[in-house]
């Protein structure tokens, strides 16, 4: 029933398009475009579409600055892998489950906690020597970090952060 319907007004659109004048001229209708008058646009396709997102640019941002370039995708979450030294670092809180995340601060020059918390996952590169986090566990967080000794050979040193209060 739907389909005949749907015939029936497809064919009485496709007649009354296709009606003559009493001259034997087919009628103009508004689907007919005029090709012979000139515009002054040079290149059309050389114009800017107005539904198409805005290229955004990407490039050096600042450390304090929302949703910088990292790893290839864009982010509003303030990161801790920009070279804080571990001895600033304070776990205040610690997320368990299947995905585990720890809650950091960062000690001031002066002692106290500031207000910015970042999150820390297992397997980030935190810290001046990009010491990576090897474990999430309830009492806090496993850092190894790669180091040179004096004998100029490659030595790993664990450090545990573990959970303070604020």
Aim: proline share 4%; hydrophobic share 35%.
């Amino acid at each position: 029933m739907k389909s005949l319907i749907s015939i029936l007004m497809f064919i009485i659109c496709t007649t009354s398009w296709t009606q003559e004048d009493t001259n034997n001229k087919p009628k103009k209708t508004s689907l007919v475009i005029e090709m012979d008058k000139q515009t002054s646009i040079k290149n059309p396709f050389e114009l800017r579409d107005p539904f198409k997102k805005k290229k955004r640019k990407t490039g050096k941002r600042n450390k304090n600055y929302g949703n910088y370039l990292k790893n290839g995708k864009y982010s509003n979450i303030v990161s801790i892998e920009d070279g804080f030294k571990i001895n600033q670092i304070r776990i205040v809180g610690v997320l368990l489950g299947q995905n585990r995340r720890a809650i950091a601060k960062i000690v001031d020059n002066s002692g106290k906690l500031n207000p910015e918390s970042y999150i820390v996952k297992e397997g980030m590169k935190i810290g001046d020597n990009d010491a990576e986090v090897k474990a999430i566990v309830p009492g806090g967080v496993v850092l190894v970090e790669k180091i040179r000794n004096v004998y100029d050979q490659d030595e790993y040193i664990e450090t545990i952060i573990p959970v303070t209060s604020e």
